[in-house]
């Protein structure tokens, strides 16, 4: 009895995706340019990303340079930074903005940790909605005719295996981020 399972699997891909690109924006203590992608910029009569007004570059763990393609927009983009609630700081230099990663304090590195933890949970929860939501089709397939009891608790089986291999994905994400965030 054959159950298609890439529903399934692509919506776990989807949630581990989602997951990674949320943990990204953590601050770490480490300059990194994902921390940007979430900021929008009020340029040229729209809201724009930081990647689609200039080039941006890591200098060191601490720092990243913007360089704006179009030097007009470089208050905008200072200003779109620091009213993030980041803690980033923004210093302009002649080629546009460096923008500083100041070190965590313990308080603010427990905060992220509990950030981190929200988002495992959140994406938990995801999964065990999508656990239900496969077991009824299971089910439903079943009682209209289309496969037997044994089959049923099979592909429950490797339902469950495609959970729990998720499971593991994100549970790595977050310990990874938080041992980011602690070190």
Known sequence: ??????????KSKDIENWLSKELSVIRTGRATSAILDFIQVEAYG??????????????DAK?????????TVGKSIEKAINSSNL???????EKGLRIIFPELTAERREQFVKV???????????MRNLREKT????????????MGE??????????????????RKLEELAEKKEKEIKN
């Open 63 to 71: 720092t990243i340079r913007l360089e704006p393609w179009d030097m």
């Open 46 to 59: 729209s809201k724009m990303a930081i990647k689609e007004l200039a080039n941006i570059l890591v200098e």
């Open 116 to 126: 981190v933890k929200n988002l495992l949970e959140e994406s938990k929860v995801s």
């Open 87 to 93: 803690g980033l700081s923004v210093a302009p230099f």
């Open 135 to 146: 077991g009824k089709s299971i089910d439903e397939k079943e009682k209209a005719g289309g």
């Open 1 to 10: 009895m054959m159950f298609d399972f890439s529903d399934l699997k692509n």
């Open 150 to 167: 044994d089959d049923k608790f099979r592909l429950k089986d490797e339902m469950q295996k495609i959970i729990e291999e998720t499971n």
